[in-house]
């Protein structure tokens, strides 16, 4: 049965003030190989919190799980928007979040395999654009069959307040609220050059080498670019039509099967560019 596998922030929300405080330590020489003690005098974080914001910040993709220390992303981000202000950077924590902790490895059939986090992102949105806590609670209690309702509150409501709060990634609009409701579908979305470094990440991920992929095969991947954006295959098309004007992909659509082409060198680039066209 698919696990819930979310008690990694073990209550604690996503905060970037603290996990700015893990991404400066993470940029040092020694990264976050330290004891204990010395990373909560190092960030000034308390002993329950240290290891929760350091798992926030793996997942979040600017921390390299195996190395302690920053991601070629991470340090990007942190050279780019030392603060953490940026909605490039909240859109980019936002993509590798919505993997659980598997980030880019092949993607289950399924993507609830992959925990709540997935389950929320690629299979609750899609379905329900506007939902309380008690229906993504009801709706998630047929799925995560072996978790109590209080765990699955507890825990869902951690990454609504992800969404939802101002010092986390609120300006993504990816989720807003509205009283009691939850509303998705209508995201600030990023800039094309963000847009091209998940294309073209997803890319690495699912067609390898391919030098060509089918239209539809972007279009309607079920834990593509569609779902993690926020939007349907329709304004996604458009989006894939932006990319193309500023030389990302080029679309071959003269007859079907229509096709994409990707005109990128190197993934980190588009994402530098996201940060300097975002300025």
Known sequence: MPKLQLSFHTTFALKKEDLLKIIQAASEEKGLNDSL???????????????PMKSWGIRAGLIDKSSNRLSPE???VLAKDP????????????????????GLQ????????????????????????????????????????QETPKNLTKNFKIVLRA????????????????????IAGHPNL???????????????????DERSVLTESVLNHGMGLAPVLGINTEDLQEQLNTLET?????QRRAVPPFQIIPRWDDPLMLLEKAYDSDL
């Not at 603060?83 to 979040?97: C, I, K, Q």
């Not at 329900?128 to 229906?135: G, I, K, S, V």
């Not at 609009?173 to 409701?181: H, I, M, N, R």
């Not at 990440?201 to 067609?207: A, H, N, S």
Request: charged fraction near 20%; hydrophobic fraction near 35%.
């Open 163 to 182: 969404y939802t709060e101002e010092q986390a990634l609120a300006n993504c609009k990816f989720l807003t609220q509205a009283d009691d409701q939850f």
């Open 190 to 208: 990023p800039n094309p050059y963000l847009t091209g470094y998940f294309l073209a990440k997803l890319w690495e991920r699912d067609f390898k």
């Open 74 to 76: 991470g340090k990007l």
């Open 246 to 250: 500023y030389n990302i992909i080029e």
């Open 106 to 145: 092949t993607p289950p059939k399924n993507p609830t395999d992959w925990g709540g986090w997935t389950y929320f992102v690629y299979t609750f949105l899609p379905q329900y654009r506007a939902f309380t806590t008690d229906e993504l609670v009801h709706t998630s209690a047929l799925i995560f069959d």
């Open 37 to 51: 003690e010395d990373l909560i005098e190092k960030t000034g974080l308390g002993n329950k919190k240290v290891v």
């Open 83 to 102: 603060y953490l202000e940026s909605p490039v950077t909240n859109w980019l924590m936002h993509f590798y979040l919505s993997l659980g902790d598997k």
